[in-house]
Structure formats: C-alpha cells, structure tokens
C-alpha cells in the first residue's frame, strides 16, 4: 500500500517529524481507519525517498503514542483503539463547524436542470409495466454476445490499455454509414459519424456548442424531456411549436433567426406522429431560411410498422444543416449507452473536440462487438426478429384495449415501441388512472410520467396515456389491459 503523502526534504521540520504527523493526520482523518496494516517500514522509506530508520524512528513514535500498534512477525497496524485525544480532535470546535457550513452553502451550484424520468428504481417496480421505449429483455442475443465478446478480448492487443480515437472505433462508424444508406436514406461518410454515449450525450453535444443563456431552442410541443431539460440547463429559451397528426406544425416557425430545433420527424415524441414529407421539405427551407441546425432525434426509428419508412431529414438534408442523431437502446439495449451523431461537416472538428473534453471516448470492447455485430450481418438479423415481435405485441396491445373498452382512440401506430391512448370523455383524468392501476400491480404513464415535456395547461396531458408494449410478453400485455379495465370499471362504479 502506499501513503497518500510525500515529505519535503531540507524543510525545517525533520523528516522524522513530517512522516509521525502525516500519518497522524490520516489516522485522525478517518482515512485510516483502526486496523488497517501500515507499510513496511521498508516499502515507505522508498516510496518515501528516506532512510529507513526515518520511517523506523517514525513509526516508533506513532507506536508510543498510542496510533499505531505492532504484531510481532505480522506487521505494525492502525491501534484499534485510538488514544483519547485523537477522538477528540476529530470532533471540530463549533466556530470552525459554522464556518465551514457557511462556505458550503455560498458555493455557486450552476446546474439549474432537472433529470427526465428513464430510470425506475428497483422499489418503484411493478409486476407489468408498460414503460416507454425498452427492448424485450429476452430478445437480447446473449449467445452471440457472449461469442463476439470473447473473440474481440482475444483480439484486443492493446487497444483495451491505449486511448481510441475520442470520435469512435473507425469499423464502427463505417458500419453505421453503411447501414445508414439502406435504412434511412442517408449518405454518409465514417469521417461524419461520431461515436456517442446515446443521444443523450449528442445531445449535449450540440448544447456545448450551440446554446447558452437566452439562446432560442425550437422544439416540438410536447417534446422529449431529455432534451428540453438539458438544454433549459445550459440557460436555453425553448420556442414550442404544437403538433398535430402530421408531427410538427411547420407553418407555426418562427421567421427570426433561430439557433436549433429539436425533432423527432419519425415518431414524434410522445404523440407518435409520421412528420409527412411535404412538412420536412419545408422544415429543410426554413432552416436554409433562418440559419437554424435542425437536430433530428431518430431514436426509435428501427421499428416501421408500415408500409417503408420516410427518409430521414438527414437524407433530404441538400443544405447540410441537419444534426443527426441515432442510438442503440432502442434497438439493443439502453444500458449499452452507445449511439451516433451524423454531422454537418462544419460541425466535425468542433463537436469531436468537445467529446475529447467530456470524456475522450466510449469503451473500446463494447464499440468493437458492436461494429462486428453489424457487419456480419448479426444486427440486420436481430432487428428482422424483434421487428416482427414488437409488431405482434402492438397488435395485441391494440386488441386487447379494444376488447375491454371498444372503439378506442389511439395515435403513434405507425412505428416504434410505443401508443398513446386517448382517455375517452367519462373516464377519470390520465394522472389518476396512472395511479390506480398502479395500486393494481401495472404501470401506465401520463405524458410527464412518460418523459414527455408539456407546457403548463396542455389539453392532451390530462387524456393521453402512454403504453409501451416492446418489453412485455403478450401475456403481460392482456393481463395488464384486463387489470387497468377492472380498475376503470372499479372507478366508474365508484368503488375504489
Ligand atoms: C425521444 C428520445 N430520444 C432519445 C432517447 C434515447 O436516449 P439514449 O440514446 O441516450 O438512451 C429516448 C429514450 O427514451 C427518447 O425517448
């Protein structure tokens, strides 16, 4: 073990002197803590660049005076009990303790955010749950995983030792650009994709270089927490613009010059709208128009139920001025925190830059299993299969609700993981069903709940509730249906 401390040399205070109340000062400290085994005195001497019988002379003292005690043949220890006025001397006198209070609470905390809701804690749990967003668990392919996992620690060398490239692994950005053409319509080079630890942190990219107080962020209205949120951090005036079943309404823009606008064109968030083409080629000339970087949030985008899937904005984009960003925790899993940004070639240099800053990279073995994933065809397979899975749990769901309740209301059908129902006139507000049928054992979510940002008042908050289906068994879906319906009848015949 070494000591967490040097001692100066030629200082008027003997060496002897600086290593006794160094020690001393780590005992009372609690870093210490009685019994713990203390160097040799060996060890310490070269660690600390002095005679031994320094440190022996040291130790000696440390002993006499209670700090320290001696096992003979094993070694020397913290004393288990510490002499009296150490213990005192942990206690500080109450003027230093008000001092010290009152300099914690001038620290200037900048952070004025708030976290959005994607984690539910393992006391929050329920039996069904339909949370928004989550791939089936099961569907994970683990095999293959575990395969790819071994052959790349194999083939490690030293890239698991050395500092990556902070923009991602180059045979991963070249798989993403080239799945990118088949599947989205974009054409792109490995040098435009940057690797990332999901949109969350594109996101927060694009905030370190773009927005600080006051700056005008566009965004759909409702809109994802996670962005609103983080670029409301960064001290960011959010210009909300509604939507409708077309996704945004474009003609609502602002004419004035605008930094950003943040969208999810494929499956608006939450509503779930398809931004129809007409609307995305005039969101492209306003943006041409006003100067604005249009981040386009493609996060749940592998999953078209019908029909085939728009081109991105980023693959209509013919003035480069959208910000594209893309994850797998939709499509693998969240907890792999590995998603990409396509960029803007003036954006390249500044946002690779600012990754350097945050954190110099994404972990090398998760960013290589990943690449082989999709260039050997695993990922294509994988998505065939849970495609065709997510799509029969839609239909259940959508079943099972029109089983119990008729002919119901819903939006967000076309694509993704996840419907938004429409509480029908008569049934109680979306917050109070969101609590009953919690007390059921099943977990449903208003549109906050849900991670959705509202403005205050909006119609749609107190009637939609958000179902997600990818996670849960068809089982699960209609046992949950038949519970929340028991609860509704329940409220309607008011019982409790
Ligand atoms: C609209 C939206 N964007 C992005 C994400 C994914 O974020 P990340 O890639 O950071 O996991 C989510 C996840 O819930 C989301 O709902």
């Not at 972990?363 to 397979?381: H, R």
């Not at 179902?467 to 046992?479: Q, R, T, V």
Request: aromatic residues 8%.
């Amino acid at each position: 073990m070494q000591l967490p401390f040097n001692v100066e040399h030629g200082a008027a205070q003997s060496l002897q002197d600086q290593i006794f109340h160094r020690v001393r000062r780590l005992i009372l400290d609690g870093q210490l803590k009685p019994g713990t085994s203390m160097p040799a005195t060996r060890e310490l001497s070269r660690q600390l660049e002095v005679s031994r019988n320094t440190v022996l002379l040291a130790y000696d003292r440390l002993i006499a005076e209670g700090y320290l005690e001696t096992e003979p043949a094993v070694g020397t220890f913290v004393s288990a009990h510490l002499p009296e006025d150490s213990l005192m001397l942990t206690e500080r006198p109450a003027r230093a303790i008000d001092r010290h209070d009152r300099a914690l609470r001038h620290r200037t905390i900048l952070f004025h955010g708030q976290p959005h809701g994607v984690y539910t804690p393992p006391g929050q749990r329920v039996s069904i749950d339909f949370k928004v967003g989550r791939p089936d668990p099961n569907s994970f392919p683990a095999r293959l995983w575990q395969r790819l996992l071994v052959k790349k620690l194999e083939e490690a060398g030293k890239n698991l030792t050395e500092y990556s490239d902070p923009a991602g692994l180059w045979e991963l950005r070249q798989a993403i650009a080239e799945h990118l053409g088949p599947a989205r319509g974009i054409a792109t080079t490995p040098e435009q994709v940057l690797v990332v630890a999901g949109c969350q942190e594109a996101l927060d990219i694009v905030a370190r270089l773009f927005v600080t107080k006051g700056t005008q962020v566009v965004t759909e209205c409702p809109c994802y927490q996670g962005a609103a949120f983080l670029f409301e951090s960064y001290g960011a005036d959010l210009y909300p613009i509604p939507v409708d079943n077309q996704g945004i309404q474009v003609d609502r823009l602002p004419d004035s010059p605008v930094t950003l606008a943040y969208l999810t064109p494929s499956h608006q968030y939450p509503m779930g709208a398809t931004l129809s083409l007409e609307r995305r080629l005039r969101l492209l000339e306003w943006a041409a128009g006003t100067g604005a970087y249009l981040i386009e949030d493609d996060y749940d985008s592998d999953f078209r139920h019908h029909g085939s899937p728009l081109t991105a904005l980023k693959g209509l984009d013919r003035y480069d001025s959208v910000i594209y960003l893309g994850t797998f925790s939709k499509s693998i899993g969240a907890s792999l925190r590995l998603g990409y940004m396509v960029l803007p070639r003036p954006l390249v240099k500044p946002a690779t830059d600012v990754k350097t800053l945050l954190n110099n990279g994404q972990p090398w073995l998760e960013q290589a299993v990943v690449a082989e994933f999709m260039s050997g065809g695993g990922f294509g397979n994988h998505l065939r299969r849970i495609r065709r899975v997510y799509l029969l749990r839609r239909d259940c769901l959508v079943s099972a609700l029109r089983r119990h309740f008729g002919e119901v209301r819903i939006s967000g059908l076309e694509g993704g993981m996840h419907i938004v129902w429409h509480l029908p006139a008569g049934f109680p507000p979306a917050a109070e069903v969101e609590r009953r049928v919690r007390d059921a054992g099943v977990a449903v979510y208003t549109l906050p709940g849900g991670a959705a940002y509202c403005q205050p008042g909006e119609a749609a908050v107190r009637r939609s509730i958000m179902l997600g289906y990818s996670s849960l068994a068809e089982s699960e879906i209609k046992e949950g249906v038949a519970r929340i319906a028991a609860v509704l009848e329940n409220a309607a015949a008011g019982g409790t």
